[in-house]
């Protein structure tokens, strides 16, 4: 244990055996705590009013997390991990993603097979796909509710890795931007959804070449067309069935919904959670092995709220409970895409747009001319839209949708009958062909 673990160790058994409150004899102590909890989490705030009201959260968090493990008959403990700083309402807002409504049923409802009952004496005790080379890093969703994306991209990267033998991490943002016909991007969506667009566009892009932006963006549709792993179909297991959740996490990783909002969810930090909890989904994770405790059977869950959250990132959470729902209603929302067949050739790397005989931008970029004479091209920049409308200042470039250049007030501008509609400008930075600096302006 370094230093600093050891500093907050010693700091929290000092503050456990205070009042739980934040009153003028506990302060000094659970302000040092807090130093020391901002320097391990790189924590900074804009103000000293916003640091301040951060140390308040922090030591409500604080008590809750001493109350919690006083208990002394819990199964799991908590610890003051990286959203100790948040309420409860601030993390639930920015941690949770999982979009379900009425007519999510429908797509529930595919005729699949499933296994056939019998006894489970022919599987394995313990199972963890992570000792199988099957699940990738942990990741950061940061403050995008697009849990859902990584639950997919888990599951399809574990089929994908028992089937071809290769690990492949898969890209989320491909998901975010691109899967927009019934999931939300970071406003929440459905595994089932994301299985769908893959099959539809038969296949997905890795994450190397597509990366997390922890926001949604516009679709890049040239990656799109990258299909570096497919899968067949998905399967929904039958909900409130254990037994069939069980056989399917031996075979390969599976998708789940789960209620991921109770406070000792946010801190929790070691052993088999066991809630209390409800079973109304909000949070989408992936299991990805299972295995026993002092008899105590448990779920091997792979969250994707970074490696500072849980067992470095991971949670165990309790197996074979009296309620068919299970542990935060594990049981009732989970579903597993299948793959037969070996991954398609990579595709062809899209050409570069060609300016002229010498000069050539990247393949989502548009050639802009800055400098004619009579008539002819004599040096090239590189606007970052594809399709552009290069501008006659030769200093700017607009989106094919607001094709009229307004260089004076930094707008495009788009004619839709008699008015004329605008669209305030960004401005950003483009290295040109020649590895000058070009200002371009357009909305993103």
Known sequence: MGSLGLFLLLLTFHVSHLPLSLSSSSSVSTSDLFDAWCKHHGKNYSSEQEKQYRFQVFGDNLAFVNSHNNLGNSSYTLDLNAFADLTHQEFRVSKLGLGLSLADNLIRMNPLPVSQPGSLSDIPTSVDWRKEGAVTNIKDQGSCGACWSFSATGAIEGINKIKTGSLVSLSEQELIDCDTSYDSGCGGGLMDYAYQFIIDNHGIDTEEDYPYQGSQRSCNKNKLKRHVVTIDSYVDIPPNNEEELLRVVAAQPVSVGICGSER???????????????????????????????????WIVKNSWGTHWGMNGYIHMLRNTQDSEGICGINQLASYPTKTGPNPPPSPHPAPTKCDLFSSCAEDQTCCCTRRLLGFCL??????????????????????????????????????????????????????????????????
């Open 264 to 298: 000792a969810f946010q801190l929790y930090s070691k052993g088999i959670f066991t809630g209390p909890c409800s079973t109304s989904l909000d949070h989408a994770v992936l299991i990805v092995g299972y295995g026993s405790e002092n008899s105590v059977d448990y």
């Open 379 to 444: 040096s090239w920049k590189c606007c970052q839209l594809e399709s552009a409308v290069c501008c006659k200042d030769h200093r700017h470039c607009c989106p094919r949708n607001y094709p009229i250049c307004d260089a004076q007030t930094n707008r495009c501008l788009k004619q839709s009958g008699n008015s004329t509609t605008r669209k305030e400008l960004d401005r950003r930075e483009q290295t040109s062909i020649k590895t000058e600096k070009w200002n371009i302006h357009f909305e993103v």
